[in-house]
C-alpha cells in the first residue's frame, strides 16, 4: 500500500510564499518522476512542475522564475516553493509521484489528496 500525504498550502497576499509538500510513503521499491499539478475552480488540472528521478525539473511558462520544484529521495518527498504568488496562482494543488511498488514489477501513478492554496489581499 501507498500513500501520498500533502502539506503547506494556505492563504497568502500577493507577492508571497508558500512552500508545498508531498511525502510518499508504503511499500516503495524506486520513485521516477515527482510532479505538482493544479486545477482551479472551472480549469481542467494542469501540469505546473516535473522533477525526474536525475533531478531535472521543467515548469509551466506561468510559473517560470517563480516556482521551484525539489526532491528529497532519502524521505520520498517533493516540495514545490511557491514565490510571487499571484492571484492567479489561486487553486487546488496535486502532487502526483510515479514510482514501483515493492509488490510489483510495473509502475504507476499516485496523487496526492490535494491542498488549497489562495492568493488574495
Known amino acids: 500500500q501507498v500513500q501520498l500525504v500533502e502539506s503547506g498550502g494556505g492563504l497568502v497576499q500577493p507577492g508571497g510564499s508558500l512552500r508545498l509538500s508531498c511525502a510518499a510513503s508504503g511499500s516503495i521499491f524506486s520513485i521516477n518522476d515527482m510532479n505538482w499539478y493544479r486545477q482551479a475552480p472551472g480549469n481542467q488540472r494542469e501540469l505546473v512542475a516535473v522533477i525526474t528521478s536525475s533531478s531535472s525539473t521543467n515548469y509551466a511558462d506561468a510559473v517560470k522564475g517563480r516556482f521551484t520544484i525539489s526532491r528529497d529521495n532519502a524521505k520520498n518527498t517533493v516540495y514545490l516553493q511557491m514565490n510571487g504568488l499571484k492571484p492567479e496562482d489561486t487553486a487546488v494543488y496535486y502532487c502526483?509521484?510515479?514510482?514501483?511498488?515493492?509488490?510489483?514489477?510495473?509502475?504507476?501513478?499516485?496523487w496526492g489528496q490535494g491542498t488549497q492554496v489562495t492568493v488574495s489581499s
Open positions: 502526483r509521484i510515479t514510482l514501483r511498488p515493492t509488490t510489483s514489477w510495473h509502475v504507476y501513478a499516485y
